[in-house]
């Protein structure tokens, strides 16, 4: 392509259309003080392809792999083996540059993909219908609490105090642009969730309650007692999975009577990629799904009566006219989805089912092992595979001695709640398959060393 570089006049007459006095009013919404006014301080002006080469390895090599040490790391984001046929399937040609077309029914194969993906979403979160993938699991939850505002034009909307805080903050700005009422606050560091708390909130106001299933802190909220208080309003509730192997032993959401089910996929199929591209899922009632955002892949058969995939829904502003779309950032993941899928169909029910509960037990060897510990306690009484453990000092300065020492020891709750000094002992910790009973043993003995 060429370089076609724009005049003075060229930018004064674009900046006229869209009705902006200059360049600079196109980052309005960026506070001040997160804006450059020069050069970043320290950053040479060139460098050699070598140099620079050398200078971000040498970088890299500051970083713990996860696979390095001992990784008790959640919050969201989980460590769990992916098999490598997942890996070599999505890097096949047809599917890791394919991308549904405008004109859907000649990718045959994408569809069919989309297709089986939608089945076990579905399935798994116990929802009659799910689509074809979101961007991630925040946005996700935004989009939920949008289509929740929609059905039942309500704007009041309940966060949970158990909700991850990054979700809430994804909520909250993208609630600044809608008259969305949000309510929410950091949870405390008790054994039960706050259902009692969130159920006396709900009233004939509220469009939705959004609850983290487990929650941030790693318990187990009861959504059927919060789904009955909220239908008694004429509200929705939303469930949120930030870990959906649990659901290879906990109920599925909807089940218990969640209306919406959104969370992150990134737990099967997909590695933790430093934060991302992730994966969101999103489920709901039948009778919502013209309400859905994304897109939705059906069975049918031709005029030959052969079986055949088309896409039967798309409520994306990129299909249709912006005004009539559900959404504008309804990205679906396609190649994360497919690693979900892949990795899905190789585990079949009985497999989740088996790492689900092979998580759990050791997720209970740690609990037995480093509770033993003095001063060390377990929050929770409910959990799956993430607990939240209170420790004798910040939890935030134990994290940084245990990565010193070569383990990756959870996440304080300082991190995650910032100015909440409640919280500060706070350390979520949590476990998966990939944890051996030799990396909960160098835990515990790492973390004494730390707290004698």
Not at 192 to 198: E, G, I, N, R, V
Request: charged share 20%; glycine share 10%.
């Amino acid at each position: 392509m060429r370089y076609l570089p724009l005049t003075d006049t060229d930018r004064s007459a674009m900046l006229d259309v869209i009705g902006a006095g200059s360049v600079d009013d196109l980052f309005s919404d960026v506070p001040e003080e997160a804006r450059l006014s020069g050069l970043i301080a320290g950053l040479p002006l060139h460098a050699s392809e070598m140099a620079v080469e050398r200078h971000m390895a040498k970088l890299a090599g500051k970083n713990i792999s996860a696979g390095s040490a001992p990784f008790f790391l959640g919050a969201g984001a989980y460590r769990h083996h992916v098999p490598a046929t997942v890996d070599h399937l999505i890097q096949r040609g047809e599917f890791l540059t394919a991308y549904t077309p405008y004109q859907p029914e000649i990718a045959q194969g994408t569809l069919q993909v989309l297709f089986e993906f939608q089945t076990q979403v579905a399935q798994l979160f116990g929802t009659e219908v799910a689509n074809a993938s979101m961007y991630d699991g925040s946005t996700a939850c935004w989009e939920a609490i949008v289509m929740a505002s929609r059905i039942t034009r309500k704007r009041r909307v309940l966060l949970s105090q158990g909700l991850h805080p990054h979700y809430a903050q994804v909520v909250g700005t993208m609630a600044k642009f809608t008259r969305d009422d949000i309510v929410h606050g950091a949870p405390r560091l008790e054994a039960d969730p706050d259902d009692a708390a969130l159920i006396a909130e709900i009233d004939d106001a509220t469009s939705c309650a959004v609850v983290q299933y487990p929650d941030v802190l790693g318990r187990i909220p009861d959504l059927a007692a919060i789904a009955e208080a909220a239908h008694a309003k004429g509200a929705l509730l939303i469930a949120v999975v930030t870990e959906p192997v649990a659901l290879g032993l906990i109920e599925a959401p909807g089940n218990l009577g969640a209306d919406i089910v959104v969370g992150e996929g990134q737990s099967l199929g997909v590695g933790l990629q430093f934060g991302g591209p992730y994966l969101g899922l999103f489920g709901c009632r039948e009778k919502f799904v013209r309400q859905m955002p994304g897109r939705l892949c059906g069975q049918t058969v031709d005029a030959a009566g052969k079986r055949g995939f088309v896409l039967t829904l798309s409520t994306r502003e990129q299909h249709i006219r912006r005004e009539k779309a559900t959404s504008n950032i309804c990205t679906n993941s396609g190649l994360c989805a497919l690693a979900f899928s892949i990795h899905m169909t190789l585990l079949g029910g009985e497999g989740l089912a088996r790492m689900a509960r092979i998580s759990h037990a050791r997720t209970r060897q740690l609990v037995d092992r480093l509770t033993k510990l003095p001063g060390v306690t377990c929050i929770n009484e409910t959990y799956f595979n993430e607990v939240t453990l209170l420790l004798p000092a910040d939890a935030r300065e134990i994290v940084r001695e245990l990565a010193d020492r070569g383990v990756l020891g959870g996440v304080s709750l300082g991190r995650l709640f910032p100015g909440e000094g409640s919280l500060a002992n706070g350390l979520l910790v949590a476990v998966t398959e990939t944890c051996t009973e030799e990396d909960i043993e160098t835990f515990a003995e790492e973390l004494a060393g730390v707290l004698a």
